[in-house]
């Protein structure tokens, strides 16, 4: 009798493709005009608008750099399966973790953009494209890792389409302007005096100053998370 075939499996938490779409952008800034100006030693209100701009600009470019979100906002996040999910079995034996039968989605879901404040829906969608809600008893947040995690026993529907079949809604950031690290504001505004002292005088005029750079080091997003 010939020995049996045994076939690795993908890991289990090898997303194929993911994406993710800004739903409600911040409703303030980390810094206000009154800061900005007064940081670039401004005074009037004629580049008021120039500043405004500025400021939202400077915040941008800080959290891509970052990584992460500053003032609360709401972003989704749309998963494929699992690498290898809904393939057919053959005989033998096929050698993998447990949760590589959970329904083709991992275990432990990355959300980008944190700090993660919590979870607004998880939703699924079948193999003939009708959403379900995913109930909010089967899984919890890690705030301090910034992702979603199964609950023990929760298992994903197995019925989950492969491309675009799961869409989770979160809100992040650390909170209001207050609650934002002061070094990060600080980089800001550096940011902002830069943009306007420099307008048209540099290659790069989007490029981080190397004051910000060192402010923002140790808040920043290491590793491959999406984001």
Not at 31 to 53: C, H, P, S
Not at 163 to 188: D, F, L, M, N, S
Not at 189 to 206: F, I, K, M, N
Not at 214 to 224: F, N
């Amino acid at each position: 009798m010939p020995p049996s075939k045994r076939t690795p499996l993908p890991p289990p938490n090898s997303v194929l493709r993911q994406s993710l779409a800004l739903i409600t952008p911040p409703a303030t800034e980390p810094v206000t005009l009154a800061e900005a100006k007064a940081w670039a030693r401004v005074d009037g209100t004629e580049e008021d608008a120039i500043f405004t701009a500025l400021i939202t600009a400077a915040r941008q470019a800080a959290e891509e750099f970052l990584r992460r979100s500053l003032i609360t906002q709401t972003w989704k996040l749309t998963l494929d399966l699992c690498a290898g999910a809904n393939k057919p079995w053959w005989d033998g034996v096929r050698e993998g973790a447990m949760s590589s039968l959970y329904g083709g989605l991992p275990g432990s879901v990355p959300l980008p953009k944190g700090p993660v404040q919590s979870i607004s829906s998880v939703v699924t969608y079948d193999l003939n494209n009708a959403a379900s809600t995913f109930a909010a008893s089967n899984y919890r947040v890690d705030a301090s890792g910034d992702r979603l995690l199964l609950n023990y026993g929760a298992v994903w529907p197995s019925n989950v389409r492969p491309e675009a079949g799961c869409e989770i809604t979160y809100v992040a950031g650390y909170g209001a302007a207050a609650a934002v690290p002061q070094p990060i504001k600080t980089g800001i505004l550096t940011h902002v005096a830069a943009l306007y002292e420099q307008r048209g005088q540099c290659d790069d005029p989007s490029a981080l100053p190397p004051a910000a750079l060192s402010l923002y080091g140790r808040y920043r997003v290491m590793g491959d998370r999406l984001g």
